[in-house]
């Protein structure tokens, strides 16, 4: 099954080898940067010191760099070390997710077959699900798929230390060690220390219950918990210096307090409807001029919110997987949910690729649920084909989807017609779409995107490329 799970999620990325960088911080990061090329000391010294484009991530820097050393200016090269660690991820999802079904459900070890079904379908639900394109298919976001090693790993070493009672244990060292690269890798990983307490509760049952919260056994697992707490902070202080230094943070003039949270409330919605039919993706959600809390989509948000929250509390115990997936999802998206809001965006794809693995841990559960009450019940063989069958086409249908998104990343100009589809209005998709058709030397459409991205409340990044545009044909900026 492992060898399988890699090899359904290389295929459906095939893609993204044929394409090149674009002209969403690949330049920037890549094309116009020659600090990473290498690994040598001045190299690693910048790597290590930088906080370059916003963020502080010497682990990623050091792949790129040993990328550059391999390949040069290939693109080929940084998309196929980018799409084998998402294969990686996958395989040890699939380790994961059969740990984690093993502990909610005992008698599912008993059902070799089974067991590996569910968790391959928690894999491959994951891995190959069109959100995971982003992250994949994007070389800046390098970030993502290798912090996700780290923080997978991080998971499987620490459910190992727990099922040992020996204090100090070497397993619970390594997955401190193995967190701390994945904060080094991408600082969004500054979740996994509450997601570990939540995997404490359940599955594990370390926490609650007849052991209670606060007594001795309680306490020693909050202790276990400092060392990651620790590295979180400093992680946390890290990016918000990052980002400081980049003047990308939104000032509460520009957003105000309640309209952070509206748009927290929605990203919570957003992303389980993109889950759910991952249709129109894009690379850029822009964030409305003006937020209106009695809008439509606000208020419908606010009600799968309240609802799903509601729905996981009261069945909490007879489905305490419910609770613990719902928690988790909105624990690991609260760093980008809005309450500091970062550039324009109200949404992206790559912020699932960590808040995901729950909804695909439920999925290859309640697979798992069916196969039992298949097993039990006196239909037999036709239900069980028809139940292979329906996983088989959801895992199919995902594969075609994350297919044709893949080559939505092929090159700049690609990318941003694609998204001007999606939202015609943005100014940010107008200018980059008329910088790529430059590129091309396509000089009169690419003025006719920067005129229209002038038109947008965010026209100040357009004029100077529309002043360059017209210096070129020789007009009167």
């Known amino acids: ?60 820097w050091m792949t790129l760099g040993l990328d550059y050393l391999l390949w040069g200016m290939n693109p080929l090269g940084y998309h196929l070390t980018s799409l084998l660690l998402h294969a990686a991820n996958a395989v040890v999802f699939y380790v994961l997710a059969r740990r984690i079904l093993t502990l909610a459900r005992p008698g599912l070890a008993d059902r070799g077959h089974a067991l590996a079904a569910s968790a391959g379908f928690a894999a491959l639900v994951f891995a190959i699900h069109p959100l995971r394109v982003e992250s994949v298919a994007w070389v800046t976001e390098r970030r993502d798929v290798l912090s996700g090693l780290f923080y997978l790993l991080t998971i499987l070493v620490y459910l190992r230390a727990c099922a040992r009672e020996a204090p100090g244990r070497r397993s619970y060292w390594l997955s401190v060690t193995l967190f701390g690269c994945a904060l080094l890798s991408k600082s969004m990983a500054v979740s996994l220390p509450v997601v570990l307490l939540i995997l404490d509760v359940y599955p594990l049952q370390r926490l609650g219950g007849p052991i209670g919260w606060w007594g001795q056994r309680a306490r020693r697992v909050y202790a276990d918990k400092i060392p990651f707490v620790l590295l979180a902070a400093a992680a946390s202080a890290l990016a918000f210096r990052a980002q400081t230094l980049l003047h990308s943070l939104v000032s509460l003039d520009q957003l105000s307090v309640p309209g952070r949270l509206e748009v927290s409330v929605y990203g919570l919605s957003f992303y389980l409807w993109k889950m759910i039919l991952p249709l129109r993706l894009s690379n850029l959600y822009p964030r409305p001029p003006t937020l209106d809390p009695w809008a439509m989509p606000f208020l419908l948000s606010c009600g799968v919110v309240l609802a799903i929250t509601a729905l996981a509390l009261a069945c909490r115990r007879r489905l305490p997987g ?16 809005g309450i500091v809001q970062i550039g324009p965006q109200i949404a992206a794809d790559r912020y699932t690729y960590l808040a995901g693995l729950g909804a695909a841990l439920l999925a290859g559960a309640g697979l798992g649920a069916c196969w039992r009450t298949v097993a039990s019940s006196t239909t037999g063989t036709p239900t069980a084909v028809g139940l292979a069958g329906t996983a088989t086409a959801i895992v199919l249908a995902l594969g075609v989807l994350t297919w044709d ?42 003025g006719h995107h920067l005129r229209l991205a002038i038109c947008s409340p965010l026209a100040a990044l357009a004029l100077p490329a529309l002043f360059f545009s017209r210096k070129e044909r020789g007009s009167r900026p």
């Open 1 to 60: 099954m492992p060898l399988l799970v890699a090899v359904v999620t290389l295929a459906a990325f095939l893609p993204t080898l044929q394409n090149q960088f674009v002209n969403w911080d690949d330049d920037k990061n890549f094309l116009d940067n020659p600090h990473y090329r290498g690994l040598a000391g001045t190299h690693l010294r910048w790597m290590w010191t930088t906080f370059h484009i916003g963020h502080y991530a010497p682990l990623t």
């Open 322 to 337: 419910l609770l613990a997936a719902w928690a988790a999802y909105v624990v690991v998206l609260m760093p980008v949910l």
């Open 405 to 446: 998104q893949a080559q939505v990343w092929h090159d700049s100009e690609r990318l941003w017609t694609h998204a001007l589809a999606i939202d015609p209005s943005s100014a940010v998709v107008q200018n980059n779409l008329g910088y790529a058709l430059d590129l091309q030397g396509k000089l009169a459409p690419r």
